[in-house]
């Protein structure tokens, strides 16, 4: 019994490395391949854990030589407690009750502050602030992993106080990298892990943030520097008639720190990458190269498959390989758009799970006999019995189940106090995206409340994710009602947004600053309302209409049509219905088993002596 609990211990330790981190999405396009005359990007922030509510911080003035606090990073509920940012969303008195008696967030180190702080709104990740400098964000392997303050390292940032800095001190793209690579320089960058093995830190050591304003577009990567204590980091500016996308990886190759009008960069990017022969030092540097982590196998995939999609859908025409090495080296950094594109493509782009490719997530065993896109984590069977020695992926859409949100940033180059987002809580292909705007006192309560703790109708995400959950067991029939919906609730939108933005402008103009802030608030909270009320009406339609393999319709005649979806026949065929079908995929011999338990017993007993012959103790990677 003590061998068994010995073996249940080390599979549930194993099965750890399998719960799904942060992994997102950012897609960036330049003003001229914009309708809207500035650049936009995009995040989908693919979190199975992460905290959802998003939220307004204000606008602050600051007494003389003060001081700001900067936090360890947080992405479960609640990230963030305390005042100092000014949202009530974060006071402890407003945080759920009858579960955790949480206590305010204390910093892990000071900076010096500003005068003035300007407004953002901010989810996991900031998102857009009052003068219209915006990001997205997607976690990225790295060479080099590190340690937080407090945590036994020395470094003080993470990518999220680091773009909250950005947020609350710039107003261009171009300033909020250099004051972010200056930063994590000064003070010393880490990742968002710093627990576990070797592979799990260095997949989570680097980011990469789409990084917008009116004008110009960039991206902009970073990682820690091999002493723990400072960062290196490099940005290149995205064509003005371009398109980006990252999929966690790196993505800029060729640097010239020399052209400063399109590269951004720390003074020991070529020293470090010569120093570890990341780089001989006479061919051309390649950050990617020098500076990213490969992931095992064949699973690079993960990364460049949504790369190549994104390019191919914004220029049908492009001649590119869905097939490329670990590291995109045959794939352009950008690529011309086919025509200037706006938010409704954007939003097509990240609901994407390339259908009517030959990666197709909807097709095939794996989607089920309905189409089912969702490819779940497969957590510890990857070390069940028969496994050992194998190793697998999924493809991974752009589109996600486990999406905490995402949204489309839109910048107005005519009149700052304009600018808002498109966004959706939950994945892209089960959610409403609204018009919110930056200059609003608060966002939507229906957006800045709940958790994962427990479900509420009072919150969008969980309406959206019961949806999205429900219409995933028929997606082939259910999907169609939500994308009618989807277009329905979206157009509407879309068509008052100039009626909405000429009255602000108006109130703007005759009655103020306080009036116009009150306006747009109440016209984001008006959007919100109408997007949620729907999804809840649709939910009951998709529940009335699809169930128990079944699909009901016609209910105003005297007897309501009722027909049963049945299954494809290559399913059928597939699991044997015409008949035995030999598999081995289930079958585990018994020389199977004992070879599995063999492999247990010793693994066991060597993890025994050695832990007896050292002393340093093992840290495994936290569950997030």
């Known amino acids: 019994m003590r061998l068994l609990g010995c073996f249940f211990a080390f599979l549930t330790l194993v099965a750890a490395k399998f719960i799904e981190t942060d992994k997102c999405t950012a897609i960036l396009v330049g003003a001229k391949a914009s309708t809207s005359g500035s650049p936009m990007t995009t995040q989908t922030n693919d979190c199975s854990s992460c905290d959802f509510r998003i939220a307004k911080v204000p606008q602050k003035n600051h007494a003389p030589n003060s001081t700001r606090d900067v936090v360890l990073v947080s992405q479960v509920y609640p990230r963030y407690v305390g005042t100092d940012r000014g949202a009530p969303e974060y006071f402890k008195e407003n945080l759920q009750k009858g579960f955790y008696d949480w206590t305010e967030t204390k910093g892990i180190g000071k900076i010096p502050q500003v005068e003035t702080t300007y407004g953002y709104i901010e989810g996991v990740y900031p998102l857009i602030n009052e003068h219209q400098l915006a990001i997205g964000e997607s976690t990225c392997p790295a060479r080099f992993w590190t340690k937080p303050a407090t945590q036994g390292g020395k470094a003080l940032f993470d990518i999220t106080e680091l773009a909250r800095v950005a947020f609350e001190r710039t107003k261009t793209a171009r300033d909020a990298i250099k004051l ?196 779940y984590s497969v957590g510890e069977n990857a070390f069940a019995p028969g496994t050992q020695g194998k190793s697998g992926f999924f493809e991974r859409g752009i589109s996600l189940y486990r999406t905490t949100y995402s949204y489309v940033t839109m910048a107005n180059p005519k009149d700052a106090n304009l600018a808002f987002l498109w966004y959706g809580p939950y994945a892209p292909h089960a959610t409403s995206y609204t018009p919110i705007f930056a200059k609003v006192s608060a966002v939507p309560a229906l957006k800045s409340q709940g958790s994962l703790l427990q479900f509420t109708f009072n919150a969008s995400f969980w309406i959206n994710a019961l949806l999205g959950n429900y219409a995933g067991h028929f997606y082939k029939y259910a999907m169609p009602a939500v994308a009618t919906v989807q277009l329905d609730v979206e157009t509407k939108a879309a068509n008052a947004l100039p009626n909405v933005q000429a009255k602000a402008q108006n109130i703007l103009a005759t009655q103020g600053e306080a009036a116009f802030v009150a306006y747009l608030t109440s016209a984001s909270n008006n959007f919100a309302t109408v997007a949620h009320d729907a999804f809840v009406a649709l939910f009951y339609d998709v529940v009335t209409r699809f169930h128990d393999g079944t699909i009901f319709g016609n209910f105003t005649k005297e007897s309501m049509d009722v027909k049963a979806m049945g299954y494809p026949i290559w399913w059928l065929e597939e699991v044997g219905y015409f008949g035995p079908k030999e598999s081995q995929s289930f079958a585990v011999t018994a020389v199977e088993i004992l070879g599995a338990i063999a492999v247990v017993t010793l693994s066991v007993a060597l993890g025994f002596w050695l832990g007896r012959r050292s002393s340093k103790t093992t840290a495994y990677a936290l569950i997030k």
């Open 180 to 375: 972010m690579g200056s930063l994590a320089e000064q003070y010393g960058y880490y990742g968002a892990e710093w627990e576990g093995d070797e592979e799990d830190l260095l997949v989570e050591a680097g980011e990469t943030l789409t990084v917008a304003d009116t004008k110009e577009g960039w991206v902009f990567h970073i990682l820690p520097d091999d002493t723990g204590a400072s960062a290196i980091w490099v940005a290149q500016r995205v064509p003005d008639n371009h398109i980006v996308a990252i999929g966690n990886q790196f993505i800029i190759h060729h640097v010239n720190l020399t052209d400063s009008d399109n590269f951004l960069g720390s003074a020991n990017l070529y020293d470090i990458a010569k120093k570890h022969d990341f780089w001989d030092g006479k061919s051309p540097f390649d950050f990617t190269a020098a500076y990213a982590h490969r992931r095992p196998g064949e699973s690079y995939y993960y990364s460049t498959r949504r790369q190549w999609r994104v390019f191919t859908l914004a220029n049908p025409n492009l001649t590119l390989s869905p097939y490329t090495d670990a590291f995109g080296t045959d794939y352009p950094f950008s690529v011309e758009t086919a025509k200037p594109l706006d938010a409704k493509d954007l939003i097509r782009f990240q609901r994407d799970h390339y259908e009517n490719t030959p990666f197709d997530l909807t097709q095939g065993p794996q989607s089920g006999p309905y189409g089912n896109p969702d490819r």
